[in-house]
T-cell receptor, first 115, second 111 residues
């Protein structure tokens, strides 16, 4: 089944404890992206990647890191999480490569709480 | 700043009525337009895409695009309670760019 898989789906952590949210897609998509979604603020893009080894900042990159060493994986790293990073996170992918995102397929979401 | 604007709602319609959801965008060069539906706590799912002026129909859904007015809309005919969700408009601008999402309109279909 074609899908984007995120893990963990739910996580409660404490301030400053490094964590990684994994994202993997099995559709051979070039483009991958991370979003966070907060009430009243809609979907906000954190980072995106046009292809392997190519990553760019989105609208709200502060406090996050990403890497794209393989086409299928795009992990989101929070080096020192803070309570304002409590949010619902979505990974998404699409064909598009250097022409940018096209039709996005989203993962199921990861609900992160930072205490 | 390229923007996509939507009325946040909630838009309440009775069951069986037509729901009309609207979206405006700021970049005249925008090429592709998408509507995603998102149920509470779930991920967005694509329901319609439209690339040229006019109407595009798919079942009970019709997307309408007017590039001169920089306006895209989604009509849902015979609305059902299961259509109650947040509808996100997304726009693809030219070149090497990501999709730009509106904040979404919350639709409530009342039985």
């Amino acid at each position: 089944e074609a899908q984007v898989t995120q893990n963990p789906r739910y996580l409660i952590t404490v301030t400053g404890k490094k964590l990684t949210v994994t994202c993997s897609q099995n559709m051979n998509h070039e483009y991958m992206s991370w979003y966070r979604q907060d009430p009243g603020l809609g979907l906000r893009q954190i980072y995106y990647s046009m292809n392997v080894e190519v990553t760019d900042k989105g609208d709200v990159p502060e406090g996050y890191k990403v890497s794209r060493k393989e086409k299928r994986n795009f992990p989101l790293i929070l080096e020192s999480p803070s309570p304002n990073q409590t949010s619902l996170y979505f990974c998404a992918s699409s064909f598009g490569g250097t022409s940018g995102a096209n039709v996005l397929t989203f993962g199921a979401g990861s609900r992160l709480t930072v205490l | 700043q390229k923007e996509v604007e939507q009325n946040s709602g909630p838009l309440s319609v009775p069951e069986g009525a037509i729901a009309s959801l609207n979206c405006t965008y700021s970049d005249r060069g925008s090429q592709s337009f998408f509507w995603y539906r998102q149920y509470s706590g779930k991920s967005p799912e694509l329901i319609m895409s439209i690339y040229s002026n006019g109407d595009k129909e798919d079942g009970r859904f019709t997307a309408q695009l007017n590039k001169a007015s920089q306006y895209v809309s989604l009509l849902i005919r015979d609305s059902q309670p299961s259509d109650s969700a947040t509808y996100l408009c997304a726009v693809k601008n030219p070149g090497n760019t990501p999709l730009v999402f509106g904040k979404g309109t919350r639709l409530s279909v009342i039985a």
